[in-house]
Structure formats: structure tokens, C-alpha cells
């Protein structure tokens, strides 16, 4: 039970990683981006839930029951007959991943239709291959349009890791628009620098931020691997959009671990800051404090770092973080 209010929904995709190690070995990890958000969120004592199709075969019944199994609400999910949608995560020596997908015909893209979000949500978290994968990506879409028509003050806050996978994008300039369209619609945008390489290649790193930011978000936050990471910040005004104003920049340093992978490290990441959030009962309209941004990403830092720690997406609990979640 979460000490904070309101709920935070994450819809996207649930797999299976092959982990691939230097020495060759396989072992098959739980994982997929909002899968390991949601399980992030839960694990931190958020009210969280998860939304998104998983396969009725063992791999299926798994990714549901590590769901139950850390707290996340899977009333949400689409259940389906396709097999589990499958991804080869090759490990470095340094404990980097490279992936390679297996998609066709499996359970991930196969969810058509987010069911409508009541009104105790307080955030909406979606990215990765929930931006890519037809039809899941046009149901997240519509997703976050819809949460876009709401009224200010019921509408939650839209969270959008772009964890951009260029080896699945099949039509580039569709993919693109699509998320722009959401990206317009949300009010934070995490994008690692390698994002920024794929969905604006030639730019500067500030300067592909600074695009994002233009688009429409308060806030873009922007990691860098083991650098600090950084937030582009513009308020909101009070109808939702974003003020002409001037852009705030601040610095967030990571802390040096010693890292086993980073499997799940920038999805732990968003799981930390959307847990800060409604743990420490904050709303949408508290975006416009740049402040309270950059204490969420402290969190959200604190919780990848504690991830890199171990092997696969194991996203800490509270008792594994060095300071309570809700005192950065």
C-alpha cells in the first residue's frame, strides 16, 4: 500500500531477454521496458499497474505472476495466444547490452485498446517499443491523446522514455510522426543521448533536446550512460501548454557504481521518478517547479545506480536505496 496518492499506469510492452554473456551463456531474464518500469514502480511502494498483452504460454504466466509478485495491478492486461515476444540482449565486457527482437507473431504488439483511465491516475508512463510495435503503438497513442483532451485537473502527468530501438523500426517516417504526436502530448520526455543520435541524427545533443523541448513537454531529461544527466525545463501555463518562456537547464550527477549490466537501468530510472512523484503526493500542476523535477531525478538516478549493481532488470526496493526514496 503506498503512502503517497494516486496511481501510476505503465503501458507498453512484457518479454523475455535471452542475456547473452562475454563467455556465451544464455539465461532467459523477465524484462521489456514498461514491464520493468511498472515492476520499478511497484517494488518502491507505488500504486502501480501494468497494460499491455502477455501471451498465455509459461513465459506469459511468469511475466504475470513477477508482476503480482512485486505489487503491480495486472487487471489491465490483454491475455492473449500469440507466444511470448522473445529479445537477445548481448552483454559487453563493460556490462553493456545490444539487442536483437523477435517479434512477429508474438504476444507483445498484440494489444489493440488501452482501456479508459480513471481518474485516480496521477501518471501515465509509456516509451520503447510501445512507440513502434502495430497495433500496441497506435493504442498508446490514442492513450495519451485521450489523456490529453481531460480537463487540467484531472489530467495525470504523461511520462514518455523515447529508448528509441532502431533495428525494429520498419517505417521510419511513420514511427517518427507518431512520436512527435505523443511526445506533444506529454509532460516529460526521458531521452538517453543515443535516442537523440536516432530520432534526430546529425544534431547536437543540446539542440536535439532542445527540439523535444519545442514540441511541446516542461520537461526534457536526458541521460548520458554514467554522466550526469540533464533537464530542460520550460513551466506550464495553466491550460496545459507549455509558456514561451525561458528554458531552465540543470544538472543531476550520477553517482559512480560498480556496474554488473545496465539491463532495466534507464527503465528503473523512470520507475524512480514516477514513484518519487506520487509517493510524495505530487501532481501535474507541480511540474512547474523545476525543483521538484530535479529532486525526482535524483531518485530516479539513485534507483538505476542500485539496477547496474546487479544482473538483468532487478530494480531495488526501499530498503536497498541509500536514502529513502521520498528525501531526495
Given at each position: ?15 523475455v ?32 499497474a501494468?497494460?499491455g498483452a502477455?501471451s ?18 495486472v ?9 511470448t ?6 552483454v ?18 498484440a ?27 497506435d ?8 489523456l ?21 523500426i520498419?517505417?521510419?517516417a ?48 536526458v ?19 507549455s ?51 530535479e529532486?525526482?531525478?535524483?531518485a ?12 538483468g532488470?532487478?530494480p531495488?526496493?526501499?530498503a ?9
Amino acid at each position: 500500500m503506498s503512502s503517497g496518492s494516486g496511481r501510476i499506469v505503465v503501458a507498453g510492452e512484457a518479454l523475455v531477454d535471452l542475456v547473452i554473456s562475454p563467455d556465451g551463456s544464455v539465461e532467459a531474464a523477465l524484462g521489456g521496458a514498461p514491464f520493468n518500469t511498472a515492476r520499478a514502480c511497484g517494488r518502491l511502494g507505488a500504486d502501480a499497474a501494468y497494460v499491455g498483452a502477455l501471451s498465455d504460454d509459461r513465459f506469459g504466466r511468469a511475466l504475470r505472476a513477477r508482476l503480482v509478485a512485486d505489487g503491480v495491478d495486472v487487471t489491465g492486461v490483454t491475455e492473449v495466444e500469440l507466444p511470448t515476444t522473445l529479445a537477445a540482449a548481448e552483454v559487453d565486457d563493460r556490462g553493456a547490452a545490444t539487442y536483437r527482437f523477435y517479434l512477429d507473431g508474438t504476444s507483445a504488439p498484440a494489444l489493440g485498446r488501452v482501456p479508459p483511465l480513471g481518474d485516480d491516475v496521477a501518471v501515465a508512463y509509456t516509451g520503447g517499443l510501445a512507440l513502434v510495435l502495430e497495433p500496441m503503438a497506435d493504442a498508446v497513442a490514442a492513450m495519451v491523446a485521450a489523456l490529453a483532451r481531460r480537463r487540467a485537473d484531472i489530467r495525470p502527468l504523461v511520462v514518455v522514455d523515447v529508448n528509441a530501438r532502431p533495428q525494429v523500426i520498419v517505417d521510419r517516417a511513420r514511427y517518427l510522426d507518431r512520436l512527435r504526436s505523443v511526445i506533444a502530448s506529454a509532460d516529460i520526455v526521458k531521452a538517453s543521448d543515443e535516442d537523440l543520435d536516432v530520432i534526430a541524427p546529425g544534431a547536437s545533443t543540446p539542440d536535439a533536446a532542445r527540439a523535444l523541448l519545442d514540441r511541446g513537454p516542461s520537461a526534457v531529461l536526458v541521460t548520458a550512460g554514467t554522466r550526469e544527466v540533464v533537464i530542460l525545463h520550460r513551466p506550464s501555463v495553466p491550460d496545459g501548454t507549455s509558456s514561451p518562456g525561458e528554458v531552465t537547464e540543470v544538472r543531476v550527477p550520477v553517482e559512480p557504481v560498480e556496474v554488473v549490466d545496465t539491463i532495466g537501468a534507464g527503465d528503473a530510472f523512470g520507475g524512480g521518478v514516477c514513484a518519487w512523484w506520487t509517493l510524495t503526493g505530487r501532481t501535474r500542476a507541480d511540474l512547474a517547479d523545476v525543483g521538484l523535477v530535479e529532486r525526482a531525478v535524483r531518485a530516479g538516478v539513485a534507483v538505476a545506480g542500485v539496477t547496474c549493481t546487479r544482473r538483468g532488470a532487478d530494480p531495488p526496493h526501499p530498503a536497498d536505496l541509500p536514502t529513502p526514496l521520498t528525501r531526495f
